[in-house]
């Protein structure tokens, strides 16, 4: 069975500065690899996704992830978050096998001070 | 195109009712799955369906039951209900690719406090 680690909790950050989260997966096979977002009040959306071909994927609202098999670590990156970026973020991973059936890692809450 | 809609949006019952909930998926989708969300545990894989019957299922009690119907909606049941079970229930519909690089797309969730 995979799982995923999500390895900030909570992350503060002034408006400007970069973003890292980091995710590590664990599965021996195929993924697909997933980054969503949940803003206060609001339900989960899709920042960006990874299948397969270049491991640099970008998303909406600047968003970009990097999937590095070898790691097995998928971070997501934003070069100047913005205080509308306060949300809660979810990495989540499927395999081809089981493509409805998604594990999620507990979230890192990012706060963006203006 | 519309969104997944679930319903409804909160329900409050106490112990030992039996609750259900209804996911409307996305027009053309034909894979539902259901998660719960709460603080301790994050998001919890329940069950998938698929045409009407149920690909995958989690770990969770028998109390947790759900069901397809033709038309893709689908409902997810719980029985005797428990403190524990308050919960935001997501349902996620995707289209279900041979290949299996589906993604799934997620509803409001219907917020459920067990009293």
């Known amino acids: 069975a995979q799982s995923v680690s999500q390895h900030n909790h909570h992350v503060i950050l002034s408006e400007a500065a970069s973003l890292e989260l980091g995710c590590n997966y664990s599965y021996g096979g195929t993924v697909n690899l997933f980054w969503y977002v949940q803003y206060p009040g609001q339900h989960l959306q899709l920042l960006l996704k990874?299948?397969?071909?270049?491991?640099l994927v970008k998303g909406i609202k600047g968003f970009e992830a990097e999937f590095i098999k070898s790691k097995f670590s998928f971070n997501l990156r934003k070069p100047s978050v913005q205080w509308s970026d306060t949300a809660e973020y979810f990495c989540a991973v499927s395999t081809n096998t089981n493509a409805g059936k998604s594990t999620f890692g507990d979230g890192t809450t990012l706060t963006v001070k203006p | 195109k519309a969104g997944v809609t679930q319903t409804p949006r909160y329900l409050i019952k106490t112990r030992g009712q039996q609750v259900t909930l209804s996911c409307s998926p996305i027009?053309?989708?034909?894979?539902v799955s259901w998660y719960q969300q709460t603080p301790g545990q994050g998001l919890q894989f329940l069950f998938e369906?698929?045409?009407?019957?149920?690909?995958n299922k989690g770990n969770f009690p028998g109390r947790f039951s759900g069901r397809q119907f033709s038309n893709s909606r689908s409902e997810m049941n719980v029985s005797t209900l428990e403190l524990g079970d308050s919960a935001l229930y997501l349902c996620a519909s995707s289209r279900y690719l041979a290949g299996g690089t589906d993604t799934q797309y997620f509803g409001p969730g219907t917020r459920l406090t067990v009293l």
């Open positions: 369906y698929f045409s009407e019957t149920q690909r």
């Open positions: 027009s053309g989708h034909r894979s």
């Open positions: 990874y299948f397969s071909g270049d491991p």
